[in-house]
């Protein structure tokens, strides 16, 4: 099992940043891949920002050049640095992490709300 906590999310006006941070526990040997997805009102889980084992990242092209994904393995943290926030970027943020055998583990979300 992998615990993940999330943590970071509030209000903040459009052009602002916020940093948001995941710790996770357990048998974190077994992960894979982390992520953060986001959930806007009505919509589904969107990927937003993956990291490998291996420091590799991915963005979806909407955060490009604006959020940046990173993960501390001594503290077992996942971070997403996001800048230059719009209103299309609010919603529910969550921490994931993909183990090896193709299981999912899921922090209980933090919501950001970007005003216009």
């Known amino acids: 099992q992998v615990q993940l906590v999330e943590s970071g999310g509030g209000l903040v006006q459009a052009g602002g940043s916020l940093k948001l941070s995941c710790v996770f526990s357990?048998?974190?040997?077994?992960?894979?891949?982390m992520n953060w997805y986001r959930q806007a009102p009505g919509e589904q889980h969107e990927l937003v920002a993956s990291i490998n084992w291996d420091g590799t990242s991915r963005y979806v092209d909407s955060v490009k050049g604006r959020f940046t994904i990173s993960r501390d393995n001594a503290k077992n943290t996942l971070d997403l640095q996001m800048n230059s926030l719009k209103p299309e970027d609010t919603g529910v943020y969550y921490c994931?992490?993909?183990?090896?055998?193709?299981?999912?583990?899921w922090g209980q979300g933090t919501q950001v709300t970007v005003s216009s």
């Open positions: 994931n992490a993909q183990s090896l055998r193709g299981v999912d583990y």
């Open positions: 357990g048998f974190i040997l077994s992960i894979e891949t």
